[in-house]
DNA sequence: TGAACCTGACTGACCGGTCGGTTAGTATTT
DNA sequence: AAATACTAACCGACCGGTCAGTCAGGTTCA
């Protein structure tokens, strides 16, 4: 192999996470070797443990990546947003953003989530996760309640709830025998519920999930 | 070791599911060894070959074996009842059965996802799977619906999204540092958030999710 | 300026251990 | 005795982790 050019730890660190996500999000956490890892970063295997200390502290920080950034995103997203209906659009366009992408990530989130469940160094970080999405989550139905648009009772549990239905539907999604064309309706569908779980009986403003906002995100 | 005892056919396969179930639900899918599911049988390690073609044709059987398992389950539950509400407070209490068989299933349930969005064999009985509980779970909300009770528009959506919450609020719950103490919790707060979903705002009868059933199912 | 020296990122061969799967042979049943 | 059920030793592939060595790019010193 042809010597890799020289780059800084931090940019060694995050080309080897980008790798092992993608990595994972293809094959599965227990299928991936160190080697593919170095290969699709384009260094040698040996690199891969010269700048993590094992291949379980590896993915452990690549989970913390995955949850920094898809917190950042989601701050971003709502914040764009003044109208809490709308900013609940906005984030189901962000969990949902191609069958790709979607794919992607939450193939290697329920890796995460069946380690999270056995492994307590996993656990804490998906614990943040949650606890992350809880915030953001909460803030937005707390601002429709104040503004009497969501008629739910709590907004801990609201937000709970919210975020159950799109990790349920994820998953259900990933089960689909051609996720990519049933993919618009899952995320149409999503909306629709939520805001109907959220507001109460009948459509948001007379045409609720209709509307159109169908393209395909790049 | 000591020569196992003879069974039928059925009868040994059987045992080394459960050996199986149980090792997979504890360490997860992939750290789980031939050997290990031979030895909490009570066999050798060959056998466990002798009656599956493959380590992942024994998960496969796993899966199916699951998959059929809860279905009848379910069916028997939401049989048993007459009310669209009861039926789904029987849902509830059969999939949150007690904090340690709950563990048991969801982890075994999240790796077989992992896996399902990876290989097809095992996609196809995941879709099954969720198959099933639509069955189940719509037909449930179509009674409601006939009843006046539900105030849904659509049989299978409806159904789709309790499922939906189901598991996500599982996954959330797998996130918790000490699960066994917010189990009751997230119980209690399950059938409250599915009944209010489907039934609207406002109360069930006076009192959801208020009145007990707050006893750990042995 | 340039030669000698140093540093540390990087490589790739290697090792110990593990695990899925095979098989030769043994016990049990019919 | 023939078939079936089962064991235990074994094989070969693979993989995480180690390590001796390489090389590019400074830095020091003449």
Redesign the interface.
Known sequence: MPRAAHFTEAERRLALLKAAFREVS??????VTLDDIAKRAGVSKGITLYYFDSKEELYRELFVWLTDSIHARMREAVAAEKDPVAKVRALVALIFPSPSKN?AF??AF??F??????RDGF??V??R??AGCRDIDSGIVEEGMRQGVF?VRDRL?AG??M???????M??W????DPDSTFAGYRE?CER?ILQ?LT??GSVGGDAGRAGRREEAK
């Open positions: 293809e094959k599965g956490f227990s299928e794919r939450f193939r329920i890796d989530c069946g380690l999270s469940a056995r656990r804490e998906n614990e996760f949650y008629l549990e709970s709830t975020r159950a239905i799109f990790d349920g539907l998953m259900q990933l089960s689909e025998k569908r519920e779980y109460g009986r």
